[in-house]
């Protein structure tokens, strides 16, 4: 199974593997069936997850039902519980919507959200993150996540995120990270196998290392490391498959109230 997916997933584009995934899904699930696992966007539970990406750690991640992986399920439970987001009157913008949330989030009474994306087949509008078309100041909560390591100008995409947000806004920016190194990447980097090599996957055009939280603070935003993974019982973070290295931590990146 991880051969088929990993074949699928490195050959076949973006919005067509979008697009027929829910498809695979349904015709998978059955195969998974047990109580070993859980899933806290959909709620289901499997014998195992399938495998998702490269080597011996791509076991055991990808939701069956819902297609989440650990960073989606973390961030499903870190906004359950340390934020408004389900409750309050919102006004969401959501770049390059993951599947597991697009119609879970689309179903929300209370938040006005729309989703963006160059090529996704599933999104509201066809945005740049290096120059998004909307107004200043629009939006109460943006979320972007694995997205960065793909844009080359990361400080255009980071400003103009912030620009977008309202004061007192927020942003979960979400990206790969390598926790043994400082962020680096090289524009001249083109071969698909040498950025695999370099940055674990081949379109990505940089690694993010541990000064990614000083990288989002020099950009202007105020940065609280939440720690959700940490309060949860060793138990609940294997049942759940809630995070792999470097996803622990999830960094909200705030919109100061009064200019700079």
């Known amino acids: 199974m991880k051969k088929i997916i990993g074949f699928f997933t490195a050959r076949i584009p973006r919005q067509w593997l979008i697009r027929f995934s829910y498809i695979f899904s349904f015709l998978i699930r059955p195969f998974y069936l047990g109580n070993k696992v859980e899933c806290p966007v959909c709620e289901s ?124 806004g927020w942003a979960i920016l979400l990206v790969p990270l390598n926790m043994n190194v400082n962020t680096f990447g090289d524009p001249s980097v083109t071969d698909p196998k040498e950025r695999q090599r370099l940055y674990g996957q081949y379109d990505h055009v940089r690694q993010f290392g541990k000064d990614y939280p000083n990288i989002l603070r020099k950009a202007g935003f105020l940065v609280t490391e939440d720690r959700l993974y940490y309060e949860l019982s060793p138990q609940q973070r294997e049942r759940q498959r809630l995070a792999r290295a470097g996803e622990e931590i999830i960094y909200r990146c705030e919109k100061a109230l009064s200019p700079e």
Do not use: M
């Not at 959501?94 to 994306?117: C, G, I, M, S, V």
């Not at 290096?130 to 997205?147: K, Q």
């Open 45 to 168: 539970r499997f014998r195992k997850f399938l495998p998702y990406g490269y080597g011996e750690s791509a076991d055991n991640r990808l939701c069956p039902k819902c297609l989440s992986l650990e960073r989606h399920r973390l961030l499903w439970l870190y906004l359950k519980q340390k934020t408004p987001f389900f409750e309050a009157k919102l006004k969401v913008l959501h770049f390059a919507p993951e599947q597991p949330f697009l119609k879970r989030f689309k179903a929300l009474k209370n938040p006005d959200y729309t989703t963006a994306d160059l090529d996704s087949p599933i999104a509201d509008l066809k945005l740049d993150l290096c120059d998004i078309d909307l107004p200043d100041n629009s939006y109460d909560v943006l979320l972007c996540n694995h997205v960065l390591e793909h844009v080359p100008d990361l400080d255009k995409a980071l400003s103009e995120i912030k620009r977008v947000l309202k004061p007192g």
